[in-house]
């Protein structure tokens, strides 16, 4: 009898040669993890070490399950083949591989691979070291390649001495195999393991977050060096930051978690890049893929079941209205059931206008970006993705293609679009994965699978989605966006060109004030009038001398205000001002109501002085009521040709508005009168001969349909015009009260403002995360200083001439390290537990932390006995930076002073003072104080108060500013006025985060 025999060959043939990729082989791998019962795989690559792990806490493998059935091609699954392994999970999953070849992946993804796994039956964690470089070589049979196993006591790592171990066991397969395999594999394989013995799991394990060997099962693949393209894979083009990566691509959604009801997936999939010891990023991180919210906030959502047949049955919901029921036949069946089989779907869609959309701006870029990334239609068998289903990259039903023959007709498009095809192994069994894992099967099942779903998109685009749709929802729905968002459109670029017109007057008014041109202006108008004065007093026509005093006089103050007028800026209404332009007209109005008050007022003074005076020299001629009648028609007739310029504009403005609404309205009659002519010319063409009553009320009602589309539509229209009439001038104008302009402002002005914050907040949560890195990094190097400098002490004690040079770096370390201590209460994440917080150890702190600016500066810290002995119950990391801060800005404002200079620390009542003998806060700036971004210090950022209120504020305390007794400022920080200063489930997540700063 002859038998087959399988060469080495074939182990590489049947696993890197059928892989599509490196991706593709990871995702084999995570997929071994779920038929495991894994809860988490994770995948982890250290770079500058050039070696990748994928590990799962499933429930692993025996020695003998290893020798037995993973080392076995093609063996059967460990469920199907009844293993006699017990685990404790709800429900029994279905098995993903089917083959048992997916372990050969992993050849794809490096040269050799190292597997550690353990079980709970079983007391030893095997060890074993696969080089697939061997199973290339020609001419040798599978039996004669020897793979290494070793057992370690349950606890343990393998470490450096292990992997050594293992190596001398290649070395001895190849001396036995020398002269059969090619000297280049023989060379080939000595380098890759020369490769592995310097490293060592039980060290580079330490870095790895989540289940670990030593304590539970599982399974765990270490593969070095990895091939040259897994760099790339993982992060991408570098010159294209947009583009999602393969790796991402592949890996992304692994588990279905984006269709609203949904369980929790049975098992969380990531994958960390170790870009050095400093830095991980989590390729494929909660919040990268699609949620069940993102599903719920799109502008459309599909869902429901095609049955046996391929008819489709679910609910459709347009522009977040109520769903409606749906159903789509599918013209393929002719009464036979589909060889697909029955399968869901659930289908989300975001317009690709945003004037056609219903999402925020925030939403839907955000929504926007992730459909850039990884927008798709995906298919998940029994919950777990198949690739390459769902890439952007992949449009397996065409949609584009069909989009470009008509956009208007299809409406779908692949890149708006996200949701999932659910199929399972048992219903959808015909539908067959191909050998490289790339994809179904071409088959007649699959064919039919995809004529369904191109069906269901054509179909529902005709039933909701085009302009003659009968459900006209979405028509409706988008005409209203669309006439919203030109609304805005036209409304933000009128408030951008007032913006800018009124912040560039603001700014050429304070520069002409800030340069004392009023001054300039003031000082020529008394020359003139002094001029003007002394020719009417030297006049011997003592009528002509008292005309040209009043002449003089009226030009005078004539000029004056137009002077004011020349520096008047009027703040439009209507119109929303950023925070810094806001600032400026702030400060625009002091400096004016200084000018008008002060300056133009004094002026007008000196002019009637000066008059009176030369009235006085021309003795009784010159009549004062003359000179009072005189002024008041001079500013009567000023007043009134201002007011008939603006009476003229409003007239013109009027005529405008009737002009273009009896245009409008014109143009919405003339078109509903041009219908009904083509619907009379439709109706003489009829010829009724041979029609039947059916037909008869056909042609009626699709008429009458038409006319009453016509009248809706310009119903609607004019409607829209009156509604614009009355929101522009109402039924009546209420002078005592503000009208739509106003309104808008208010509305615009608080969506600004909203803006201004969200920037700032974005601002703070930036330099928050620069803090965080900085304080990692610089931990983590004191932590290697500390460690090298107790391996510098034996140098130190076994050679004299280092102690010195040891006890200098050692205090030097001690001073740097108490710095970093000092700070352990700010870090949250440190000391986010709150305790009983002492007025001495708060002192001591501000000692500590300030003792020598405080010397520097000669400041007297007093601390009062009430302070001292004053508790409270709160967060050390909440109040400790508040304090820093308040005395960090007086330290600087009392070194702005002369001696004697007092900080002083006070409490009374429930209140924790800090004040001092500094020059105070102005007036002016006491109620912008806390204001983000506002500072008198040279170069200060103005936040430090902002954010200290606002964080005292969420912990129910209190930050507030007034006068000292001592002549400075005095700020204090007032307790909560009830006892509940934390909250139950706050502190539960804080005792959780609570750290211990030495571990």
């Not at 869609?349 to 701006?361: A, C, M, T």
């Not at 539908?431 to 894992?437: D, I, N, P, S, T």
């Amino acid at each position: 009898m002859a038998t087959f025999k399988a060469r080495a060959r074939a182990v590489d043939m049947l696993g890197r040669q059928q892989i599509a990729g490196i991706p593709t082989a990871i995702n084999e791998l995570f997929k071994n993890a779920h038929d495991a019962y894994a809860e988490n795989v994770i995948g982890d690559y250290f770079r500058e070490e050039n070696v990748l792990v994928i590990r799962d806490d499933g429930f692993g493998m025996t020695h003998s399950d290893f020798l037995e059935k993973w080392l076995v091609v093609g063996t059967e699954s460990k469920v199907n083949a009844g293993s006699t392994l017990r685990f404790d999970h709800g429900t029994q999953r279905p098995i993903l591989g089917e083959k048992g070849i997916g372990r050969l992946a992993v050849a794809a993804v490096g040269p050799q691979v190292m597997v550690l796994t353990r079980s709970a039956n079983d007391s030893f964690l095997t060890f074993s070291l696969v080089n697939w470089t061997l199973f290339t070589a020609p001419g040798i049979d599978l039996e004669e390649v020897e793979i290494p196993v070793r057992r370690i006591p349950i606890g343990q790592i393998p470490d450096r001495d292990d992997v050594r171990e293992l190596v001398r066991s290649i070395r001895e397969n190849l001396r036995i195999l020398e002269g059969r395999i090619t000297e280049n594999i023989t060379q080939m394989v000595q380098h890759e393991i020369s490769a592995l013995e310097d490293l060592d799991p039980a060290v580079l394990s330490q870095r790895m977050a989540g289940p670990s060997l030593r304590e539970t099962p599982g399974t765990q693949f270490w593969i070095t060096p990895t091939d040259e393209m897994l760099a790339y894979d993982v992060s991408g083009d570098p010159k294209d930051d947009q583009e999602a990566s393969p790796l991402f691509r592949t890996l992304i959604g692994f588990s279905d978690t984006m269709v609203p009801g949904n369980p929790p997936p049975p098992m969380v999939a990531h994958f960390y890049d170790h870009r050095s010891r400093e830095v991980t990023l989590d390729v494929i991180g909660d919040g990268e893929f699609f949620t069940p919210q993102d599903f719920q906030l799109a502008d459309h959502q599909i869902s429901g079941r095609f049955d046996e047949y391929g008819q489709f049955a679910g609910q459709v919901s347009v522009y977040g209205r109520e769903p409606v029921s749906h159903v789509v036949h599918w013209p393929g069946s002719r009464g036979n059931r589909a060889l697909c089989g029955e399968f869901n779907l659930n289908l989300a869609y975001v317009q690709g206008n945003k004037s056609q959309s219903r999402l925020g701006d925030e939403d839907f870029n955000r929504l926007a970006r992730k459909l850039a990334r990884v927008g798709g239609l995906y298919v998940y068998r029994d919950r777990v993705r198949m690739l390459p289903y769902g890439r952007s990259d992949f449009d397996w039903l065409d949609i584009e293609r069909e989009r470009s023959k008509s956009a208007s007709d299809y409406f779908w498009s692949y890149r708006r679009m996200f949701g999932v095809v659910g199929i399972d192994s048992k219903a959808n069994f015909r539908l067959q994965e191909k050998a490289g894992r790339e994809g179904f099967r071409a088959n007649a099942a699959y064919r039919e699978f995809r004529d369904i779903l191109q069906n269901f998109l054509v179909q529902t685009a005709r039933d909701f989605f085009r302009e003659d749709s009968a459900d006209d929802s979405w028509r409706i729905t988008r005409s209203e966006l669309e006439r919203e968002a030109e609304a805005r459109r036209r409304h933000d670029k009128q408030s951008r060109a007032r913006r800018a017109d009124f912040r560039r007057d603001l700014q050429k008014a304070e520069r002409r004030l800030n340069e004392g041109a009023p001054e300039r202006e003031v000082g020529s108008l008394l020359r003139e009038l002094e001029i003007s004065l002394a020719d009417a007093t030297s006049d011997t026509d003592l009528a002509r001398a008292s005309e040209k005093v009043v002449v003089a006089e009226t030009r005078a103050l004539r000029a004056v205000i137009e002077i004011r007028s020349s520096y008047r800026v009027a703040r439009p209404r209507g119109v929303a001002l950023p925070k810094s332009v806001a600032q400026d007209w702030d400060n625009y109005q002091r400096e004016f109501e200084v000018m008008d008050r002060g300056l133009l007022d004094e002026i007008r003074r000196e002019v009637e002085r000066r008059s009176s005076a030369a009235a006085e020299r021309l003795g009784s001629a010159l009549d004062r009521r003359r000179r009072l009648e005189s002024g008041i028609k001079t500013r009567i007739s000023d007043a009134q040709g201002t007011l008939g310029r603006t009476h003229r504009q409003v007239t013109e403005v009027a005529e405008a508005i009737r002009d273009t609404l009896m245009r409008q309205a014109a143009e919405n009659r003339k078109s509903f009168e041009d219908e009904c002519r083509h619907v009379l010319l439709e109706l003489a063409s009829v010829n009724t001969d041979g029609l039947n009553d059916q037909d008869i009320a056909d042609i009626r009602r699709n008429l009458e349909d038409r006319i009453d589309g016509a009248l809706s539509r310009d119903l609607t229209q004019l409607g829209q015009l009156i509604d614009r009439a009355n929101m522009t001038l109402g039924t009546e104008v209420d002078r005592s009260e503000g009208d739509f302009v106003d309104v808008i402002g208010s509305l615009e002005q608080e969506v600004v403002s909203l803006r201004d914050r969200a920037d700032e907040d974005l601002e703070l949560a930036q330099l928050g995360l620069a803090l965080q890195v900085i304080n990692h990094e610089f931990s983590s190097s004191i932590r290697a200083v500390r460690n090298n400098l107790r391996r510098l002490k034996s140098w130190a004690d076994a050679n004299k001439a280092l102690r010195p040079v040891y006890s200098d770096l050692r205090a030097s370390f001690e001073h740097l390290d108490a710095y970093l201590r000092l700070f352990t209460p700010l870090n949250r994440r440190l000391y986010r537990r709150d305790t009983i917080m002492k007025g001495v150890e708060v002192e001591r702190f501000l000692l500590d932390l300030f003792q020598e600016r405080i010397t520097q500066e000669n400041i007297q810290l007093e601390a009062t006995a009430e302070f001292r002995t004053a508790k409270v119950r709160a967060y050390p990391s909440t109040l400790y930076p508040v304090f820093v801060n308040l005395v960090d800005n007086a330290i600087y404002w009392l070194s702005t002073r002369g001696q004697p200079r007092t900080l002083r620390l006070d409490y009374r009542d429930g209140q924790w003072i800090v004040e001092d003998n500094g020059p105070g806060v102005p007036t002016v700036d006491q109620a912008r104080i806390f204001e983000l971004g506002f500072s008198r210090k040279p170069n200060g950022r103005g936040m430090g108060l902002h954010i200290s209120r606002d964080v005292l504020k969420k912990e129910s305390w209190s930050l507030s500013l007034s006068t000292s007794s001592l002549g400075g400022a005095r700020f204090t920080l007032g307790e909560p006025q009830d006892d509940s200063k934390t909250p139950l489930k706050e502190q539960d997540i804080a005792d959780t985060l609570a750290l211990d700063f030495d571990a």
